[in-house]
């Protein structure tokens, strides 16, 4: 019992930083899908007196990716019923030029602002409308979101850090003696440590398949119950098979560096 207790003690918190590792890589690759669908259900409005081509608008911004004329003759048709087709072509000679102008990545406020100023720089292009507050308002909630997340998994993995040294050495005093016997014996340091690494490496092995059979479980049994859209459409991204690497060379350097941390400072104190 106190084998699986000691154990436990060492397997929760490296699980816990494993998982939030693992949360980490999930939800770097949901935003980036959300990231890709709000930047493709973005548009700015763009007003010039005469045509514009896509290259033009290019070269005054390089994050513009492409451009959609309005056709003028659907805003005429509404606004001139009833009225002779002569008048009808005067007013349509009368209107600028509309264009939906989309943008190759999800950018910030600033570099909105700044595409807008590059564009209405330009003498042809008499208005341009970025729809600036509901963009803002979606923008520096999904960046707030992004922040809570990343300095919450920063701070549950230093924490866990502090309880696998620590339990590092109570295993290191637990086998204090058999250590001493190969010390006794000319052993060095690192190989007197060898059951400490032994024991770490194992339970990292653990952590990762823990970890691993949980997220598949999300996957491939909770995803698709869930009911969240995000979840179910981003399925795919909850879990890859090159996370298993990723989260075991985690596991090994977490283990690896505690051992080390608690050998030498162990040392340090002998000598």
């Known amino acids: 019992m ?18 939030g590792v693992e949360f980490y890589l999930v939800f770097d690759r949901t935003t980036d899908s959300y990231e890709k669908g709000l930047q493709e ?20 911004n390089n994050h513009i990716s492409s451009s959609e004329k309005i056709q003028r003759e659907n805003i005429v048709e509404k606004i001139a019923k009833g009225v002779d087709k002569n008048a009808e072509k005067e ?23 700044k595409i807008k100023q590059d564009l ?17 308002a979606s923008y520096r909630l999904f960046a707030f979101l ?23 050495e109570i295993w290191k005093y637990a086998h ?37 059979l949980f997220f598949l479980y999300i996957k491939l049994q909770w995803a698709a119950n869930s009911g969240i859209d995000i979840i179910v459409q981003n399925k795919d991204a909850l879990f890859k098979m090159t996370d298993i690497l990723i989260l075991l060379l985690v596991a090994l350097l977490i283990v690896i560096a505690a051992v080390y941390t608690v ?9």
């Open 2 to 19: 106190k084998f699986i207790k000691n154990h436990l003690m060492f397997l929760l918190p490296l699980i816990a930083i494993l998982l």
């Open 176 to 212: 204090k003696q058999r250590m001493q016997v190969m010390e006794t014996f000319g052993a060095p340091l690192m190989l007197r440590s060898g059951i400490l690494f032994k024991v770490a490496i194992m339970d990292a092995i653990f952590a990762t398949i823990f970890t691993t």
């Open 146 to 168: 992004k922040l809570i997340l990343k300095i919450f998994i920063v701070f549950m993995a230093v924490v866990s850090l502090f309880l696998i040294i620590k339990q590092m």
């Open 120 to 136: 209405e720089t330009h003498p042809n292009i008499k208005n341009v409308e970025t729809f600036g507050s509901s963009y803002s």
């Open 41 to 60: 259900g973005y548009s700015m409005l763009v007003v010039t007196h005469k045509p514009a081509s896509l290259e033009t608008l290019q070269e005054l």
């Open 91 to 113: 007013i349509l000679n009368a209107l600028p030029h509309f264009y939906t102008v989309r943008l190759d990545s999800y950018l910030d406020i600033s570099n909105l602002n």
């Open 263 to 271: 050998v030498f400072t162990a040392k340090g104190e002998e000598e």
